[in-house]
């Protein structure tokens, strides 16, 4: 799986939009850019993933360049709970058959958010 | 959705003495799962791969006689830490693949905080 590339840590405020960045210029063609988040003490959750239209859920929008070497994760209105560890993982999807493989942590970002 | 329950989520044991973690899918058949472990200010590292009904698989630098782990079923897999010691003091997650069909393709435990005294 392609390397991924964070900043350790980000502040926002409450209220406002939380924009984490990635840069992940080796992806290749069919791996996909998948987010997660560790809140402390707990298991990772998904967020969102996308190839390379920009995608949008209930809890967040991921923004992936043309050039797909980089993307940002959207928070449009952060709250005190999406204070968390996020990770930006780069891999196989997950109907590419059964070799789509292991998650590979990087160190992920840290968003403090205040109120 | 797809539920993974891990189990205990917090355990306290004496150094020489081995624990049992286990990780349950709830409402779905897991036939492989991961298991990772997590040192404070630090991001996960998988530590094996399980697949039900066969050995599993360790990265390099884990020990598979210290760490067994067991996936006898496709909804049960368990990691016994043998002969613990204070540095086996960790956050140990467990992972498991989701069949076709959903948002994405794991879903992960809650996490077991092991404290080895």
């Known amino acids: 799986d392609a390397k991924t590339t964070q900043p350790p840590s980000m502040d926002c405020a409450e209220g406002r939009a939380a924009n984490l960045p990635c840069n992940h210029s080796?992806?290749?063609?069919?791996?996909?850019v998948y987010w997660y988040r560790q809140i402390h003490s707990q298991g990772p959750q998904y967020i969102i993933h996308?190839?390379?239209n920009n995608e949008t859920n209930e809890m967040a929008s991921l923004i992936i360049t043309e050039d797909r070497k980089s993307s940002t994760l959207i928070l449009p209105h952060a709250t005190l709970r999406d204070t968390a560890v996020y990770y930006c993982i780069v891999r196989l999807g997950r109907y590419q058959g059964t070799s789509y493989g292991k998650l590979t942590f990087g160190q992920g970002t840290i968003l403090t958010v205040h109120p | 959705g797809a539920v993974v329950s891990q189990h205990p989520s917090r355990v306290i044991c004496k150094s020489g003495t081995s624990v049992k973690i286990e990780c349950r899918s709830l409402d779905f058949q897991a036939t492989t799962m991961f298991w990772y472990r997590q040192f404070p200010k630090q991001s996960l590292m998988l530590m094996a791969t399980?697949?039900?009904?066969?050995?599993?698989?360790?990265e390099q630098g884990v020990e598979k006689d210290k760490f067994l782990i067991n996936h006898a079923s496709l909804t049960l897999s368990t990691l016994t830490v043998t002969s613990a010691h204070p540095e086996d003091s960790s956050f140990y997650i467990c992972s498991a693949r989701l069949p076709p069909g959903g948002a994405d393709g794991y879903t992960f435990g809650s996490g077991t905080r092991l404290t080895v005294v």
């Open positions: 080796t992806i290749s063609g069919n791996e996909y």
């Open positions: 996308g190839l390379k």
């Open positions: 399980s697949n039900e009904g066969s050995k599993a698989t360790y």
